[in-house]
Nanobody
Framework: QVQLVESGGGLVQPGGSLRLSCAASGFVFRNYAISWYRQAPGKERELVAIITGAGIFTNYSDAVKGRFTISRDNAKNTVYLQMNSLEPEDTAVYYC?????????WGQGTQVTVSS
């Protein structure tokens, strides 16, 4: 059974940092690119970052480029999202995602709130 479990969210002040984790199971983790998405209240879910299976290639949305870093540890079946210089606009529920046979899989999400 495929599972994606996000953790690491919380309340942080503007300018602060958080590291999110996505623990995966139930599939051959190293074979799949993994993405982080986020959804703010009243807005559509948006792609934040993606990393290929071997971790060689990454890509970021313009909104987070230079502030967020996606990485993975295939030995631990875990993907990370290091978020620095957080802004109130980064407040959202963050989800990890992958797609297999054209079917998307999602975790339950972790809330990130950036506020003073």
């Amino acid at each position: 059974q495929v599972q994606l479990v996000e953790s690491g969210g919380g309340l942080v002040q503007p300018g602060g940092s958080l590291r999110l984790s996505c623990a995966a199971s139930g599939f051959v983790f190293r074979n799949y690119a993994i993405s982080w998405y986020r959804q703010a209240p009243g807005k559509e879910r948006e792609l934040v970052a993606i990393i290929t299976g071997a971790g060689i290639f990454t890509n970021y949305s313009d909104a987070v480029k230079g502030r967020f870093t996606i990485s993975r540890d295939n030995a631990k079946n875990t993907v990370y999202l290091q978020m620095n210089s957080l802004e109130p606009e980064d407040t959202a529920v963050y989800y990890c995602n992958f797609e297999r046979d054209r079917r998307p899989y999602w975790g339950q999400g972790t809330q990130v709130t950036v506020s003073s």
